[in-house]
C-alpha cells in the first residue's frame, strides 16, 4: 500500500512516523516548501540568530532514508480522487492508495489595499522568512497588523535587530481575545518595557505603495500614516485548501473530517491546522491551528490507516507560547471572559512578571485550569487533577507537586494559597514540597 | 532547503551593538593584555608588581564594564540574539584566529616554556613567567613557573567570564548559585590554596583534582611526596582516596556528576564561563555521540591500565608488568563471574534496559576474549608502565586536555576535553547513568521541536530528540550546566534528582495521550 501525505509539518510527519512504527506500507512526504522537516515554531529563532536552519530540522537527514519515508519536493495542483492520483504544478503525477492532506495554514489577509504589495508579507513559511531577511537590510522601520502570538515573535524578531516595530492591535489589550485581561495587561507591559510601539485599539486602513510596488508607509483607521519599509500582516491564519478547489472534497473553513479524521472520500484524510472537525469535542474548536493538536492527529490518523481504528481525542487542551522574556503555560478550561460558574485565584509577583491563575468550578470546587506566565508548572500533574476533577483545596495544598521551575527558584504556593485563605476566609497551609519522588508517587497513585 | 547557510541574512545581521562604553572596556582589557606582550616581549621596565596587578586588574574590569553593558542594559532573560552570526561565536574568521591563538599559546605552554621566559636550573626567569613572578612569592614564596601563569590567567578568565555569566543569566538563580561555585572552587581550592601550602612547606595539593582527573595521583614522586610530609600528607593521600571511593560516588548518586563537572572542577569551570559563547558549536550528530563514546571510554580504560602498572611499579620497583598465564586465567574467570552476575542482578531487581545490558557484557566480553587470545598464543606478557605513563602524560594529559581541550573551544565548543577526552567524567558518567538519582525531566507534551536545548547543549546531547517525545533525559555525558532548562522557550526542562525510580529514569511514565490513556505518542 503507498499512502502519500502532504505536507512535511509537524501532523504530516508525525503521522508518516507512527505510520512505520505500525506497518510496512510504502510512504511518500510531499512539499513545496522545504526537502527536510524542520520546526516551524522555530523561525523565529533563525532570523534572531541562535539557531541556524539545520539547527531547526528535529530528525538529521539520513533519518528519512533510513525509515523508508520518500521525500519529495513539489506543489500539488490537483488531488484526482477518482483515479487516486495527484498531480503536480510540475506535471508529473503520483499514485496513491490512501492520502493524508496535512497542508497546514495560510496568513489572513482581510481587503486592504496593498496587501499584496511586495515588502507585505506574513509569518508560517521558510519563504516567508526569506523574504522577512530579504528585506530586513537596511530597513528602518517595520509595522506589524495583529495581536496575535505571531505578530508578536515577529516583533521580537525585528527587535533583535535593533529595527524599530510599531504592531496595530485591534484590541484594547494584548490578545485579550484568549488571555484574561490581568495576563494580558501583563504582556502589554512586557511589549512596552522592550521599547515596541504597542498601538491598542487601532487597525490597518491601507498600506501604501511607493511607486514601484513596494510598501512604503502604513494609514491606520485613525488616519496615521507611519512611514515603514515592512509590513507584516499577523492577523491569524486559516487553513491552506485552495488547491482543492476543484475536487470534490468536502470543506467548509477547512477540509471536514470525521472523528476518524478521514474526509468525505474515503482513503482520504486530512490532519492538523488544514482540517475542520464535523463535530468538534465540547469547548473545543472545529479548527485548532496548534502545534499539539496536529502532532496527536498525526498519530490518530497513523492507527486509523493502519487498522486500528481511533477516534481523535485532544484530551485536556494544553498550550504554551512566550511573550518576549515571559513564558506562557495553561492547562484546562481558562478563558477570557470567565463564565458565571468559574472562580480564579489570581497571584501576581510583585515586579508584575509572572502570575499563577488557577480556576475553578464554584460550586463543586473542582478545579477546571491553569494559566501561568513566567512560571512553568507540570503538564500531567495539571491534567491529572483536572481529569479526576480534584479539589481545589487539595490542589492548593499540594500545589508544590505542579511546580517545574529550575532547582532554587523562589517557591510561591503558600503566596498563591493565601489568596484562596483570604477569599474564603479560611487559614490552609501548603502541604507537598516540590519534590522528583512525590511527583511519581501521585502521577502513579 | 539543501544550501547549508552560516546566515541567511544579505544584509550583516548583526551590526556592532557596542556602544562607547564597551569600546573603551574593550580598550581597557586590551591595555592590560598589551603589558603581558611587552612583557613577553622581555621589556624590563614593566617587570614589577604595580604592573603585574594592574595588567590583571584591567583585563577583569575591561570584562565586567563590557558585559555589564552588554546585559544589564537590557532586561533580564535568554540572551542569544545574533550568536549564529557573530564571527567570533560562529567558527568565522575571529573564531578561527582566537582558536589558533589558543592552540598555539598551549603548544609553547607545554613543549616550549621557554619561550615564555622560563628560567631554568639556576637562570631566573625573565619575559612572561617573570612578569607573574611578585604574585607568586606572596603565595608561594617561589618565583613563578609557566603553570603559574597558567594558573592565574585561568583563574582570572574563570572569574572575569563568571561575572559576565551571572549577568547575562541573572534571572535563573541555579545558574548563578552554579557559576559562583565553580568560580569559588577556582579561585580557593585550585588557584589560592596549592599554592599556600608550598608557602607553609606542604606539598602542592589541589583538593578538588582527583584520579583519574588527576592521573598523577598514584605516581611514585606523588606518593613518596605525600608519604613524606607527614601527618598533612597523610591526610591528603587519604582525601584524595576517599574523593575517588567514598565522597564522589556518593555525589554522584545523590546529585549526578554535575556536582563535579559544572560545579567545581576547573576545566568545567573554564568551558562555562569563557568557553559559554561557544556551548553551541559542539556537534549533535549520532555519529559524534559514537566517537565520544569510543574516545571516553577508551582514555578511562588507558588511563584505569596506566594507573594499576604505576602502582605496580610503585610496589615492585619494577617499571614493567608481568602478567603471566595464570593471573590472565584469574582475570578472566573474575570477569566471568562479574558478567554472570550482573545478569543475574538484572533479573531481580535493576532492570537494565537491553541496550544498556548488551553494551555492557559485550565490552566485558571483549576483554575477556582479547585476554584470552593474548593469554593463548603468548603465555606470559608484559606491560612497560613506564611507556604508559608517558604516552598518558603526552597524549591525554596535555595535548588532549590542554592544547585541544580550550585551544578548539571556537570551533568544537567548550567541552570537547569534557565531552571526548576526560575520564573522570567518563567514570562519574557510568555512574551517573547506572546509579544516579539525577535526570532532566520532561514536561508531558509541551515541547515543540525547537532545537534550542540541543544547539546550546555543550555536550552535544540531542536533548530535543528525547525532549519532543515526552523521555526523560539520561545520558553519561550529561554535566548537568541546566542551560537547556534555561534556553527552552516552552518551559520544557527540569533537572531533577529522585529515588524512587532509580533504574527506569527514562520509562515513559509522561508521554501524550491522545485517547484517554489507550495510545501514547512515542
Known amino acids: 500500500m503507498h499512502i502519500a501525505i502532504i505536507g512535511n509539518g509537524i501532523s504530516g510527519v508525525t503521522a508518516a512516523r507512527f505510520i512505520r512504527k505500525l506497518s510496512d ?16 515554531t522555530a523561525l523565529m529563532y533563525i532570523y534572531m540568530g541562535h539557531m541556524r536552519y539545520q539547527d531547526t530540522k528535529p530528525y538529521e537527514d539520513w533519518f528519512w532514508e533510513k525509515n523508508r519515508i520518500d521525500l519529495k519536493r513539489g506543489y500539488v495542483e490537483q488531488v484526482d480522487t477518482a483515479g487516486k492520483k495527484l498531480i ?16 497546514g495554514s495560510t496568513p489572513n489577509k482581510f481587503g486592504w489595499p496593498g496587501q499584496d504589495l511586495k515588502r507585505v508579507n506574513g509569518l508560517y513559511s521558510y519563504q516567508d522568512l526569506e523574504a522577512m531577511e530579504q528585506y530586513s537590510e537596511g530597513l528602518k522601520k517595520a509595522v506589524i497588523v495583529g495581536g496575535g502570538l505571531i505578530g508578536l515573535e515577529m516583533a521580537e524578531m525585528f527587535h533583535s535587530r535593533h529595527i524599530p516595530v510599531t504592531i496595530l492591535v485591534r484590541e484594547n489589550s494584548y490578545w485579550n481575545g484568549v488571555m484574561p485581561p490581568e495576563e494580558s495587561a501583563m504582556i502589554n507591559r512586557e511589549i512596552i518595557r522592550n521599547h515596541i510601539d504597542l498601538q491598542l485599539g487601532e487597525e490597518l486602513s491601507e498600506i501604501v505603495d511607493n511607486g514601484k510596488g513596494e510598501a512604503c508607509a502604513v494609514i491606520t483607521k485613525s488616519g496615521q500614516r507611519i512611514e515603514c519599509g515592512y509590513v507584516g500582516l499577523t492577523a491569524g491564519v486559516h487553513p491552506n485548501i485552495k488547491f482543492l478547489e476543484n475536487s470534490d472534497i468536502e470543506t467548509k473553513r477547512g477540509i471536514l473530517v470525521d472523528a476518524h479524521l478521514q474526509t468525505n472520500i474515503s482513503d482520504i484524510y486530512a490532519i492538523g491546522d488544514c482540517c475542520e472537525q464535523r463535530q468538534p469535542k465540547p469547548g473545543r474548536r472545529g479548527i485548532e491551528a496548534i502545534w499539539y493538536t496536529g502532532r496527536m492527529m498525526g498519530e490518530t490518523v497513523a492507527y486509523n490507516i493502519c487498522g486500528k481504528p481511533v477516534a481523535y481525542n485532544p ?72 481529569k479526576e476533577k480534584t479539589h481545589i483545596e487539595t490542589v492548593l495544598k499540594d500545589l508544590g507537586l505542579a511546580n517545574f521551575d529550575p532547582e532554587f527558584y523562589a517557591k510561591h504556593e503558600q503566596e498563591v494559597l493565601n489568596i484562596y485563605n483570604k477569599q474564603q476566609g479560611k487559614n490552609l497551609a501548603v502541604k507537598e514540597e516540590r519534590s522528583w519522588n512525590k511527583v511519581f508517587a501521585f502521577l502513579k497513585s | 532547503m539543501s544550501q547549508v547557510q552560516k546566515s541567511m541574512s544579505l544584509a550583516n545581521p548583526a551590526p556592532p551593538f557596542t556602544d562607547l562604553i564597551q569600546k573603551i572596556a574593550s580598550a581597557v582589557g586590551g591595555v592590560g593584555l598589551l603589558f603581558m606582550v611587552i612583557a613577553l616581549s622581555g621589556a624590563g621596565a614593566i617587570q614589577n608588581s604595580v604592573w603585574l596587578y594592574s595588567a590583571l586588574g584591567l583585563i577583569m574590569v575591561g570584562t565586567v564594564v563590557y558585559s555589564w553593558r552588554a546585559y544589564m542594559t537590557k532586561p ?6 545574533g550568536v549564529w552570526f557573530a564571527s567570533l561565536s560562529s567558527k568565522g574568521l575571529w573564531g578561527w584566529v582566537l582558536g589558533i591563538v589558543l592552540t598555539g599559546f598551549y603548544v609553547v605552554l607545554y613543549w616550549f ?3 615564555l621566559g622560563l628560567g631554568g636550573e639556576d637562570a631566573a626567569n625573565t619575559g612572561l613567567v617573570a612578569f607573574f613572578d611578585p604574585l607568586s612569592r606572596v603565595l608561594s614564596g617561589n618565583p613563578a613557573s609557566q603553570w603559574f601563569v597558567y594558573g592565574t590567567l585561568y583563574t582570572v578568565a574563570i572569574l572575569s567570564f563568571g561575572i559576565k555569566f551571572i549577568l547575562k543569566y541573572r534571572h535563573n538563580k541555579y545558574q548563578v548559585i552554579r557559576t559562583i561555585s565553580v568560580m569559588f572552587f577556582q579561585l580557593g581550592f585550585a588557584f589560592l590554596i596549592p599554592e599556600i601550602m608550598q608557602k607553609l612547606q606542604y606539598p602542592y595539593y589541589s583538593f578538588t583534582n582527583m584520579w583519574p582527573l588527576n592521573y598523577y595521583f598514584f605516581y611514585d614522586w606523588n606518593l613518596t611526596t605525600l608519604l613524606g610530609a607527614g601527618n598533612v600528607g597523610l591526610f591528603m593521600l587519604l582525601f584524595g582516596l576517599a574523593m575517588i571511593f567514598i565522597i564522589s560516588p556518593t555525589l554522584t548518586y545523590f546529585y549526578g556528576k554535575r556536582w ?6 576547573g576545566c568545567g569551570g573554564l568551558a562555562e564561563t569563557a568557553g559559554d559563547p561557544f556551548r553551541h558549536l559542539s556537534d549533535k550528530s549520532l555519529k559524534a555521540w559514537k566517537i565520544e563514546r569510543w574516545m571516553i571510554h577508551g582514555v578511562l580504560v588507558f588511563v584505569t591500565l596506566m594507573t594499576v602498572a604505576v602502582i605496580y611499579s610503585y610496589y615492585t620497583g619494577d617499571r614493567n608488568v608481568l602478567i603471566t598465564k595464570p593471573i590472565a586465567i584469574g582475570l578472566i574467570v573474575l570477569l566471568g563471574a562479574f558478567v554472570i552476575a550482573i545478569v543475574q542482578a538484572n533479573k531481580k531487581e535493576i532492570n537494565l534496559s537491553k541496550d544498556k545490558l548488551s553494551m555492557l557484557i559485550s565490552g566485558i566480553v571483549g576483554v575477556i576474549i582479547l585476554l584470552a587470545i593474548i593469554a593463548y598464543f603468548t603465555g606470559n606478557f608484559v606491560i612497560d608502565g613506564g611507556l604508559l605513563r608517558s604516552w598518558y602524560g603526552f597524549a591525554i594529559g596535555s595535548a588532549f586536555s590542554g592544547v585541544v581541550g580550550v585551544g578548539f573551544y571556537p570551533l568544537m565548543g567548550s567541552r570537547v576535553w569534557c565531552r571526548f577526552g576526560c575520564p573522570m567524567a567518563a ?26 536545548c540541543s544547539t546550546y547543549c555543550e555536550m552535544g546531547i540531542d536533548v530535543r530528540a528525547y525532549a519532543q517525545k515526552g523521555q526523560n533525559i539520561v545520558r553519561a555525558s550529561c554535566v548537568g550546566c541546566g542551560i537547556c532548562a534555561a534556553v527552552c522557550p ?32 512515542l
Not at chain 1, 31 to 39: A, G, K, Q, R
Not at chain 2, 260 to 265: D, H, I, L, Q
Not at chain 2, 441 to 446: A, E, L, P
Request: hydrophobic share 35%.
Open chain 1, 25 to 40: 506500507h510504502r510512504i511518500t512526504i510531499i512539499s513545496t516548501e522545504t526537502d527536510h522537516f524542520f520546526s516551524r
Open chain 1, 88 to 103: 503536480f504544478k510540475e506535471g508529473d503525477s503520483l499514485s496513491y492508495d490512501k492520502l493524508i492532506l496535512a497542508t
Open chain 1, 315 to 386: 484530551g485536556i487542551w494544553f498550550n504554551s507560547a512566550k511573550f518576549l522574556d515571559i513564558e506562557y503555560q495553561v492547562y484546562g478550561n481558562v478563558q477570557a471572559r470567565q463564565p458565571e460558574e468559574h472562580q480564579s485565584i489570581y497571584w501576581e509577583h510583585p515586579e508584575g512578571n509572572k502570575s499563577i491563575r488557577i480556576n475553578y468550578d464554584k460550586k463543586q470546587n473542582q478545579v477546571v485550569g491553569f494559566n501561568l506566565m513566567g512560571v512553568r508548572f507540570r503538564h500531567e500533574v495539571c491534567e491529572k487533577w483536572i
Open chain 2, 76 to 81: 533580564e532573560g535568554i540572551k542569544n540574539n
Open chain 2, 113 to 115: 616554556p621557554q619561550y
Open chain 2, 260 to 265: 563535579y563537572c559544572s560545579w567545581v572542577c
Open chain 2, 427 to 452: 567514570l562519574l558518567g557510568l555512574q551517573q547513568k547506572f546509579f544516579s538519582r539525577f535526570r532532566i525531566t520532561t514536561n508531558g507534551g509541551q515541547c515543540i521541536s525547537c532545537g534550542n
Open chain 2, 490 to 521: 516552552r518551559g520544557v526542562l527540569k533537572l531533577e534528582n529522585g529515588s524512587v525510580d532509580l533504574h527506569n529514569k527514562t520509562t515513559e511514565l509522561k508521554a501524550i495521550h491522545i485517547a484517554e490513556g489507550d495510545i501514547r505518542i
